[in-house]
């Protein structure tokens, strides 16, 4: 479990962010691109649904965040 985190947060720091500061999706160029400086850490389906069940986390968890932002100051 730690070594598939550890490959999220390395994954996660090549994320985009939209101009209204809005993470995007992590892609699967960006999976792909960390596979090419790293060896996976596990199987490559079972990496490819914990990083993209994480990102859905990250992205649910960013949202809410700012739609709290948003109700605050309105």
Same mark, same amino acid.
């Given at each position: 479990?730690? *070594? %598939? !985190?550890?490959?999220?947060?390395?994954?996660?720091?090549?994320? *985009? /962010?939209? @101009? =209204?500061?809005? $993470? !995007?999706?992590? =892609?699967?160029?960006? %999976? =792909?691109?960390?596979?090419?400086?790293? @060896? =996976? $850490? +596990?199987?490559?389906? /079972?990496?490819?649904? +914990? %990083?993209?069940?994480?990102? #859905?986390?990250? %992205?649910?968890? *960013? &949202? #809410? &965040?700012? #739609?709290?932002?948003?109700?605050?100051?309105?």
């Amino acid at each position: 479990a730690y *070594a %598939i !985190l550890k490959a999220f947060n390395a994954i996660a720091r090549s994320r *985009a /962010i939209h @101009e =209204s500061g809005v $993470p !995007l999706l992590l =892609s699967a160029k960006d %999976i =792909s691109a960390y596979l090419e400086l790293y @060896e =996976s $850490p +596990c199987e490559f389906y /079972i990496l490819l649904e +914990c %990083i993209m069940a994480l990102d #859905n986390k990250f %992205i649910d968890k *960013a &949202r #809410n &965040r700012l #739609n709290q932002r948003v109700k605050k100051s309105a």
